[in-house]
């Protein structure tokens, strides 16, 4: 484990608009009822805390220690009380429990390593749904990674002791990029900046290709949209979403 990591787990944190957060937790609401969640790759509960307060009751499971530690810091703020479950969404969770509702959102998905890790998360997911259980995910779409995240560079100074610096580079995979992320943290005790770095790959596939792999598995009455449920999926559409049934 990158000794950086606790440290960049925060800043990672920062990274999503808050405004994203938002749409998915109404995303989830506009397609079940208030009802237990497990979210994958929940990492800090930004997400978890919205579904809350809007009458969920969210377990988190994530790989990253240090992701959970802040969830748990967050709960503990808001006098919340999730269960968080450390796993690798790709492997088996090892839990002896199934759910009504499982989501995955913020690129997550995309994260995984290829094709196969896909699918036997799909297949996590659908042994740790309830019958009649929905599966609610959103992924980058292939326009995403290659015309948006082309020659791609963001740099935010806005906070002057955290300087962020994003820069993409397309991956060697088809429909893959990878990102290199860089803070400057200013320490006072040393007065000067530390940087903190990851480089982070995302691998994404047609959205047919998701539909087929979620159809293999068994999973029925799939809908496919853009704009967190509002809009139909064009060539153009940057981030696609699902709602699948068990």
């Known amino acids: 484990m990158n000794p950086n990591y606790s440290i960049f787990a925060e800043l990672y944190d920062e990274l999503f608009d808050p405004n994203m957060y938002l749409s998915w937790n109404g995303f989830v609401q506009d397609n079940s009822r208030n009802n237990r969640i497990l979210d994958l790759a929940g990492g800090s509960g930004k997400l978890a805390v919205l579904l809350t307060k809007s009458g969920y009751q969210v377990?988190?499971?994530?790989?990253?220690?240090?992701?959970?530690?802040?969830?748990?810091?967050?709960?503990?703020?808001?006098?919340?009380?999730?269960?968080?479950?450390?796993?690798?969404?790709?492997?088996?969770?090892?839990?002896?429990k199934r759910f009504p509702l499982i989501?995955?959102?913020a690129d997550s998905l995309n994260y995984l390593s290829n094709i196969e890790e896909t699918k036997r998360t799909f297949f996590e997911v659908f042994n740790h749904l309830e019958k009649s259980g929905k599966f609610l995910f959103d992924v980058i779409t292939p326009y995403?990674?290659?015309?948006?995240?082309r020659n791609y560079m963001?740099?935010?100074?806005?906070?002057?002791?955290?300087?962020?610096?994003?820069?993409?580079?397309?991956?060697?995979?088809?429909?893959?990029?990878?990102?290199?992320?860089?803070?400057f943290v200013y320490q006072e005790g040393i007065d000067a900046f530390k940087m903190v770095r990851e480089?982070?790959?995302?691998?994404?596939?047609?959205?047919?290709?998701?539909?087929?792999l979620l159809k293999e598995i068994g999973f029925r009455n799939i809908h496919l949209?853009?704009?967190?449920g509002r809009g139909k999926?064009?060539?153009?559409?940057?981030?696609?979403?699902?709602?699948?049934?068990?």
Not at 144 to 149: A, D, I, L, M, T
Not at 199 to 212: D, R
Not at 233 to 244: E, G, L, S
């Open 59 to 96: 377990s988190i499971l994530d790989l990253s220690s240090q992701m959970l530690s802040l969830a748990k810091q967050r709960t503990e703020n808001n006098n919340f009380n999730f269960d968080l479950f450390q796993a690798n969404m790709a492997q088996n969770w090892h839990l002896n």
């Open 103 to 105: 989501s995955c959102f």
């Open 144 to 149: 995403q990674v290659n015309v948006v995240y």
């Open 154 to 183: 963001y740099n935010n100074d806005d906070d002057p002791e955290k300087i962020f610096m994003w820069t993409s580079f397309p991956g060697d995979i088809k429909n893959s990029v990878d990102h290199d992320l860089k803070f």
């Open 199 to 212: 480089v982070h790959h995302e691998q994404t596939y047609p959205p047919e290709k998701y539909l087929s």
């Open 225 to 228: 949209t853009s704009d967190f």
């Open 233 to 246: 999926i064009t060539r153009d559409t940057t981030r696609a979403f699902f709602v699948a049934e068990k």
